[in-house]
């Protein structure tokens, strides 16, 4: 008996850091529409994370498991007004105030898709934050947890891991990272999206850009 356990249990990872991204757009009409409305602060809309479909890390989130966790945070974390996420790569299960950029209002679900409502903060990354969206830089929305992986059937898809049930939710970050690895996403005039790379030896590219603008608001340009 033992040794089966042992069997069914090799191909779980043990518990670390899981974080996995997802392209969260916001337009222009969007973005002075809000600092318009809200006295010059900056609220954004769109999707945090997605249940039940293979990300581009490989990994698959059951619905049951991310809206255990989505509940527990807004019936904590939001509620409390400590929603707090970080600008770029945080690789701590804990939250740098130094580096807090935004605050999770509000999370809903449309389908498998977990939306919400952000509010970018005056500190100094949500400054930066502030200028990326203003600036029409594409970003990314991170989701960070602690959790364990499992491959799934054989039968599916290769290199295809579930994401266990000890998952808890910490945070969600604003990052750069597209979610398809080399193209970044924007929108079209149709609302559609096109995917983009960006280019360097001259020519701006999308991290030149991002380098360009935290520069100019630390001269105070």
Known sequence: MAH????ENQNVASKGLIVDYIPFEVT?????????KNNG?????????RAEAKNQNGRVYPRETLMREAKKYSEVNIKERR????????????????????NILEMHWKGDDLLGTVEVLGTPAGNILKELFKSGIKL???SRGLGS???????EDGGTVEVQP??????????SNPSTHGAFLSPTNEGKLN????TRNGVCCHDCKIEDIINDIFRGE
């Open 4 to 7: 089966r356990q042992v069997n």
């Open 28 to 36: 222009p009409e969007q973005i002075n529409e809000s600092i318009s």
């Open 41 to 49: 602060r900056l609220v954004v809309k769109g999707i945090l994370q």
């Open 83 to 102: 929603a707090l996420g970080e600008l770029d790569h945080p690789d701590s299960s804990v939250v740098n105030l130094n580096n807090a950029s935004h």
């Open 140 to 142: 990314g929305i991170s």
């Open 149 to 155: 992986v499992k491959e799934m059937n054989e039968n």
């Open 166 to 175: 000890d998952f808890e939710l910490i945070a969600f970050d604003f990052v």
């Open 195 to 198: 995917e983009g790379v960006g």
